[in-house]
């Protein structure tokens, strides 16, 4: 049976949830603006979101956004300010959760958005803007990406937004302020990273997707949390105000 | 003295072939695409883009030949991802070879944040550990005098011009915006010269009616000018929301770079100046851009 919900509604719903009340988020760019105008409308009325162009807002956005400049992510906003205002913020340790994406993903949570490929012969991306920047300094990130085995490598061709490194104490040692990734969601589970190693662990597969599917589009040896739960469903209210915010579809139903 | 210039006196004289250029520096909003668009029908050659991320007024500058090199976070089309110009000029040349120089969105504000106070660098924590401070030769790390800590060193960026778009300037160039502005106000007090592209010329008494809103003192402005709609597709908080079926016509057609030129000469050659670019627009479709309702802040009392 089909389900009544998209994959991406699915990443949306466990997005938000990655979002406690009360919360000082950094929301970035696609997904994320609406798992924030999900976790605000639902279970985090207390959730604060900055936005890497100056925007801090205490209120789900006013209606569909494409960007985080739209008029209706502006109308109603709690400050309207400056970046070096948002990051300096951020650097200073005010922000506990941020969110990113990635075009290319390894066991250890280091993203690239920049070169996939030998560098000799390497594709260009569009770069970095400001994952780098929320993967370095807020207390704790969020991934979210496509799952699929070009994506997800044992070893990521550029490391554009940091993660755990090589694993274990790396960002201690590297100096980094922020605690790096907590979470990655993808099309097919949700990851969380092991206390002390830091390596990526399946913690749930999405429904209908099997553990030998998410292996077989992971390109390294995938460990596993014991048990391997099946992430919960977007609730039927859960559903109803993704598709308040994305009344088309934009970015949670058409193919993108 | 009134700064007044029409856009392609104020292009011609401020950003010469060769110049670097920050624009769409407020991110995905109050992007001047008016004055993209000038560049391009004045043929400029080997223009330096910085920006933390441009949407697809780098791509456009790109497609016509304009630019050399591109100092910036991130250059696509925010809606869609991929940039497919910005993507054909670094892999293959087309329609010119381009450099790039890397940074994060943080490191483009601290570049111009240390030009605009007048120090070589500005310090931060973040980038460490990435590719990003590995490869680019001009950002350093060291560790805290103080305290030892990890940094990297932000080296100051003076770019020649700042093209930037606000809602209101006198004559003089004191000017309005409002609505988030991303590092504009930085690349303002950054760069040699400043071209300030406006919806709305007011009496120098409504910029004085509200210092607080002044976003650049006139003194750092070397010329205003007036343009309304001048950053459409990208919105103008109080004056039109994104058209973004431009941006998905861009993405569509841009998939070969014939297909780009050709939105081009369509969109921007073939139209004389920004009059004929919103005439070809069409008014009612600008018009629907409008802000369905009014939205005026509370007035605040500077009495003494």
């Known amino acids: 049976m089909t389900p009544d919900y998209s994959p991406a509604e699915l990443m949306v719903a466990a997005a938000a949830r990655e979002i406690r009340d009360g ?3 950094f929301v970035g760019m696609r997904l994320p603006l609406l798992a924030f105008c999900l976790a605000r409308a639902t279970h985090a009325p207390g959730a604060v979101g900055l936005f890497e162009n100056g925007v801090v807002r205490d209120s789900a956005a006013l209606r569909f956004l494409v960007t985080m400049s739209d008029g209706p992510n502006v109308t109603g906003a709690l400050w309207c300010t400056e970046m070096r205002e948002v990051m300096g913020l951020m650097q200073a340790g005010r922000v506990t959760l941020g969110f990113i994406g990635g075009a290319q993903v390894d066991r250890f949570g280091n993203l690239n958005t920049t070169y996939v490929g030998p560098p000799e012969r390497a594709l260009r991306l569009p770069g970095s803007g400001g994952a780098p920047d929320i993967a370095s300094l807020a207390r704790r990130h969020v991934v979210i990406m496509a799952h699929e085995r070009r994506r997800f ?9 940091p993660g755990h490194g090589d694993g274990g104490d790396w960002r201690a040692r590297t100096g980094l302020p922020g605690g790096g990734p907590s979470a990655v969601i993808t099309t097919l589970g949700l990851f969380r990273f092991d206390p002390v190693t830091r390596e ?7 429904p209908g997707v099997t553990i030998d599917q998410v292996r077989a589009e992971t390109g390294w040896s995938l460990r596993l949390a014991d048990p391997v739960n099946e992430t919960p469903p977007p609730s039927g209210d859960e559903l109803a105000m993704i598709r308040r915010f994305d009344p088309e579809g934009f970015w949670t139903r058409s193919r993108r | 003295m009134s700064k007044v210039l029409p856009l392609a006196e104020a292009v011609r004289r401020h950003v010469p072939d060769g110049a670097s250029v920050a624009l769409g520096t407020a991110l995905e909003c109050l992007i001047p695409f008016a004055a993209a668009h000038e560049l391009i029908r004045q043929q400029r050659r080997d223009l330096t883009l910085v920006g933390p991320i441009s949407d697809i007024c780098f791509e456009q500058l790109i497609a016509a030949g304009c630019v050399r090199a591109i100092v910036a976070a991130w250059v696509g089309n925010v809606q869609h991802g991929a940039g497919y110009v910005f993507r054909r000029a670094l892999e293959q040349g087309i ?18 944040e240390a030009a605009a106070q007048g120090v070589p660098y500005l310090p931060t924590r973040s980038l460490l550990g990435s590719d990003i401070l590995a490869r680019n030769p001009r950002l350093l790390e060291t560790s805290c005098p103080f305290t030892g800590v990890p940094l990297v060193l932000v080296p100051a960026l003076q770019p020649d011009v700042a093209i930037l778009h606000v809602q209101r300037a006198d004559s003089a160039g004191n000017c309005h915006a409002w609505g ?3 590092v504009s106000a930085a690349a303002g007090k950054a760069s040699r010269a400043v071209i300030v592209v406006t919806e709305e010329v007011v009496e120098p008494a409504v910029i004085r009616s509200d210092p607080n809103r002044t976003f650049l003192p006139g003194f750092l402005v070397t010329a205003v000018v007036h343009l309304p709609g001048g950053a459409h597709p990208s919105p103008v908080q109080g004056h039109y929301n994104r058209d973004h079926a431009v941006y998905a016509d861009w993405h569509a057609r841009s998939v070969t770079a014939e297909g780009a030129a050709a939105w081009l000469d369509e969109w921007v050659r073939g139209a004389r100046d920004h009059a004929g670019y919103l005439a070809k627009l069409g008014r009612e479709r600008f018009e629907r851009l409008r802000p369905r309702a009014p939205q005026l802040a509370a007035p605040v009392d500077y009495g003494c």
């Open chain 1, 23 to 25: 919360e000082v988020v």
């Open chain 1, 153 to 161: 490598v044992e070893r990521v061709d550029y490391v554009t937004s």
């Open chain 1, 200 to 206: 990526m662990v399946l913690a749930s597969a999405h």
């Open chain 2, 95 to 112: 329609p010119r070879s381009l450099t790039i120089e890397d940074h994060s969105n943080f490191s483009i504000a601290l570049a111009l």
């Open chain 2, 180 to 182: 988030p502005t991303g």
